[in-house]
């Protein structure tokens, strides 16, 4: 099992280094295995394979799940399917006292359900990354925190580490991230800039004392509550199919086959848990929550909220401190092509987003495919590597950076609930609006469909854009040289 890579001697077969083992490397290095690339690299500055985040959701759309089922051996993405968490069954917005402004299920035409590709999942961040190192575990060099490169004259880079170990390679590929080293030495100017937005993340085990205060909209699936004075909360309710490192009872035969012998388990600690994030203006919270500990966030949390449901209040009191931390949620600029060259960027490293879509890492795990698809036509002679990484870049700029406008949109400082005179009437106003979608069935399936629209619209558009640029590619060659 997760194994199922073939080479061929003849083939192109150049030296891929990928700085940075999160999900978009990681699926870019599964991609480019099973399309027979044997030099492939990854180098990452986490000193094991147990560290990094612990434990908090990703949403993983139909794209993404494409994304992946492209890169990975199957029997890997059927491992990635029976590790994910339950499967949301609703997405509700509340007010700050839990009355429900709007609910949406299936019923209503939103794509939830348990298909394998089609459908909404919930993961933990901790587990993706256990599945994504299962099977390239032999080309990740962890603790190796990259410094610089320097383009050579045979048209390679060398990549410098800060240990004073250095790796050539033919493509170098910037996955490494929000403050990515890649990018700042490709891109100087091409900076993540302050929303004005700070969230605090926390979560709680699910014991039966927590389990009795969460309400059933906070149960079901992923829930918005937006509050005063711009005040947000978005929670999820995870509950995964194993418990202390083995497969619960009850789950079907092929699920418990699949995680008993996923050897990724010995290195994945997540159990059950309720995962909250508040978030607000940083201009109207009484401190900066950024350099505060677990447990005073906690307080700040508690301080903020004095009229919210006492179960939610709860809820707070009752989460882990050391599990508990502050956001200061970024957003890129949108950049103007860069010349072509044997480095290029996916993910948080070119187009680092706000989690007001929840795309961020879909759109990490498209630009993966995408990269790979074009690599491989390479290395079936159809384009040369300069023409491949160009219509790539080209693509992965206009999905990547209408994503990140459309998450801005949602999530600025400078939207008009957090505004200290028009916040209420902006509130008041929202309020309204989606309990009119919710009392109307015709307007909460449109709800519905746009919501689909959004999480399964992006792996078009970005064929399309790709489809443009290769057919403007052939009227007018690219004019870097060819670096093969």
């Not at 014991?207 to 005063?228: C, M, N, Q, S």
């Not at 309720?274 to 500990?293: I, N, Q, T």
Request: net charge neutral; hydrophobic share 40%; with cysteine.
């Amino acid at each position: 099992m997760y194994s199922h890579y073939m080479t061929s001697m003849n083939a192109w077969d150049p030296r891929i280094l990928i700085v940075g083992a999160g999900t978009g490397g990681l699926c870019l290095a599964h991609g480019l295995r099973q399309a027979g690339f044997s030099h492939v690299t990854i180098c990452e500055r986490d000193r094991t394979r147990r560290d990094g985040l612990q434990g908090y959701r990703v949403g993983i759309s139909p794209d993404g799940s494409r994304a992946l089922q492209a890169c990975l051996p199957q029997d890997l993405y059927d491992t990635f399917v029976a590790t994910c968490a339950r499967p949301p069954r609703s997405f509700s917005v509340l007010d700050e006292h839990l009355h429900t402004l709007l609910e949406v299920t299936e019923r209503d035409g939103l794509n939830l359900g348990t298909d394998p590709v089609d459908s909404e999942k919930s993961v933990s961040r901790m587990t993706l990354r256990q599945v994504l190192l299962t099977g390239v575990e032999d080309v990740v060099r962890f603790d190796t925190r990259f410094s610089q490169y320097a383009q050579r004259a045979d048209g390679s880079v060398e990549a410098f580490f800060e240990d004073g170990t250095s790796l050539v390679a033919d493509l170098l590929v910037g996955a490494d991230g929000s403050n990515s080293r890649v990018r700042q030495q490709l891109l100087p100017d091409a900076r993540p800039e302050d929303t004005g937005i700070v969230g605090i993340a926390g979560k709680v085990l699910l014991t039966d004392e927590v389990k009795r205060l969460i309400a059933p909209p906070l149960w079901k699936g992923v829930t918005l509550i937006f509050g005063p004075k711009g005040y947000s909360w978005v929670s999820h309710t995870m509950e995964f199919p194993w418990r202390d490192g083995r497969p619960k009872a009850g789950i079907g035969r092929t699920e418990a086959e699949l995680i008993g012998s996923w050897p990724g388990l010995l290195f994945d600690n997540t159990s059950d848990y309720f995962m909250w994030g508040f978030s607000g203006a940083r201009k109207r919270l009484p401190v900066d929550p950024m350099p505060l500990s677990g447990g005073q966030l906690i307080d700040l949390v508690l301080q903020l909220t004095p009229d919210w449901h006492p179960n939610l209040r709860s809820l707070v009191e009752l989460s882990d401190p050391s599990a508990t931390f502050p956001i200061s949620i970024r957003t890129s600029v949108p950049v103007a092509p860069w010349p072509t060259g044997p480095v290029t960027l996916l993910g948080d490293a070119i187009h680092t987003m706000t989690p007001g879509r929840g795309v961020g890492a879909n759109t990490a795990l498209l630009d993966a495919m995408l990269l790979c698809q074009q690599l491989a036509a390479v290395r079936a002679g159809e384009l040369d590597q300069t023409a491949a990484i160009a219509a790539y870049e080209a693509a992965m700029r206009s999905y990547g950076f209408e994503a990140v406008r459309a998450s801005l949109a949602q999530m600025t400082a400078d939207a008009p609930v957090h505004d200290p005179i028009w916040g209420g009437p902006a509130l008041a106003l929202m309020k309204t609006a989606l309990r009119a979608v919710n009392a109307l069935p015709p307007l909460k399936r449109k709800f519905a469909h746009a919501q689909n629209d959004l999480r399964n619209r992006q792996r078009h558009a970005a064929l399309e854009q790709l489809s443009h640029t290769h057919a403007a590619h052939e009227q007018q060659p690219a004019v870097v040289a060819h670096a093969r």
